[in-house]
């Protein structure tokens, strides 16, 4: 039985940062096969958990005829040839200048550029909640635990990627959720006062679609609460679809990057477009749709995606940058989830995608494909503080007999 949360966060924060910045050693299955035989990565069960397996096949036709084979064994929940991620790139992302100019009336002196916060409604909603005790997973290309806006809430986490690096993308994504609010340092989160649970599953290179599995499960087995996922391709998974689902069903809700290429084709991404999934698109600076992201029917809502401020690790000297792309807008969706469920705890990943959809600011001037509108964390945390009425049926009058009725459609009173 896991441990209460206050119980279990306090024993995180006793490890310390020793643990945090040790990288967990990547397991075998995520080596990528030798020569030119084709990976098929497989979801066993092993009790209530799933495990990832990797085999290898001479080719690619090989490869999905064994996927099938396994499939079809009892114990195998999935099963496909391995597919690649990225870090949802694109020229709107690259930010190389730091931000200058502090602001001097804020306590945090880059919180003036940070308008995206008020943009989607965040400051109403931390007089009800900052997020303490959630945990949000950021599976990405792995979270400097020395960032100071990110100070003690960086729990130790895993690692299935090669090399040990600890890349921009991944740190800046985890100040975009959770930098810390008036502490005279870089701007703010969205959810300034929850847990980072770094999983790191890529490199500069990609992100192999087992150590996305993997990945997923691992959080899902190891507290989050949310679990975010600024990468994608479009290559649908049967295996990464299996384990979103697994985390679905352990009441973990997963929000993903639409993608950055809706003025370059516009395909459909995953795993945004995975079922469940909360899938985020973005807007632009103006508060207009942005035209370079995905936009299509998976898409739930969006969020601002040009000019958000974010920190990066100590290879960019903790700088704090303007960024874009919807990589920064997912994490600011995976952020007010978890202000949705610091008040809500036992609503389900698919009640939380709902109150996240239902509030959103509706823009009717937008194309199709940008979901229900802008974020509204505010709207989202009201909605969800709010308690539903319970009907009270009338007691029917004692000297009334109950309709004679066939035993089918009999009425039961209460």
């Known amino acids: 039985m896991p441990e209460p949360r206050p119980a279990r966060r306090r024993a995180v924060v006793a490890l310390g940062f020793a643990l945090v910045a040790l990288p967990c050693a990547p397991l075998p299955a995520s080596a990528a096969p030798a ?27 090989a490869a999905q005829r064994l996927a099938d084979r396994l499939e079809a064994q009892d114990s195998v929940s999935s099963a496909a040839p391995r597919t690649t991620y990225r870090l949802t790139p694109g020229p709107v992302e690259l930010a190389t200048e730091p931000l200058t100019g502090g602001g001097t009336l804020a306590t945090d002196p880059f919180l003036h550029y940070a308008t995206h916060l008020s943009e989607i409604g965040a400051p109403a909603a931390w007089a009800t909640t900052t997020g303490e005790g959630i945990t949000v997973a950021v599976l990405d290309s792995g979270v400097d635990p020395t960032a100071p806006d990110l100070t003690g809430r960086v729990l130790p986490g895993a690692d299935f990627a090669t090399g040990t690096d600890i890349g921009t993308h991944g740190t800046q994504v985890a100040t975009v959720a959770a930098g810390a609010l008036d502490n005279g340092i870089g701007a703010a989160g ?11 599953v890529c ?40 384990a979103v689902d697994y985390a679905l069903r352990k009441g973990v809700v997963v929000a993903a990057a639409a993608g950055n290429t809706g003025d370059r084709g516009n395909p459909v991404e995953y795993p945004a477009s995975y079922p469940g999934v909360v899938s985020v698109s973005a807007s632009a600076v103006g508060g207009g749709a942005a035209p370079w992201a995905q936009h299509n029917d998976a898409v739930d809502l969006s969020a601002p995606g040009e000019d958000v401020p974010a920190g990066g690790p100590a290879s960019q000297g903790h700088e704090y940058f303007a960024v874009s792309g919807t990589s920064f807008s997912a994490p600011q969706v995976a952020a007010a989830a978890a202000l949705v469920r610091s008040v809500a705890p036992a609503a389900t990943p698919g009640q939380v995608e709902a109150l996240l959809r239902t509030s959103a600011a509706p823009r009717p001037s937008w194309p199709a494909g940008y979901g229900t509108g802008m974020l509204d964390v505010a709207a989202a945390v009201r909605a969800a503080a709010t308690p539903v009425p319970v009907p009270v049926s009338t007691p029917a009058p004692v000297d009334t007999p109950a309709p004679d009725v066939p035993r089918r459609a009999r009425t039961v009173r209460r």
Do not use: F, K, M
């Open 203 to 242: 490199t500069p290179q990609g992100c192999s679609g087992a150590a996305v599995a993997q990945g997923i499960v691992w959080a899902a087995d190891h507290g989050a609460d949310v679990v975010n996922l600024s990468l994608g391709g479009e290559t649908y998974s049967t295996v990464t679809a299996d």
């Open 35 to 61: 020569g030119g035989e084709v990976a098929v990565d497989l979801l066993r069960h092993v009790g209530d958990r799933l495990v990832l397996e990797t085999v290898t096949a001479p080719d690619a036709a």
């Open 190 to 200: 969205v959810a300034p006062d929850v847990d980072v649970l770094p999983v790191r």
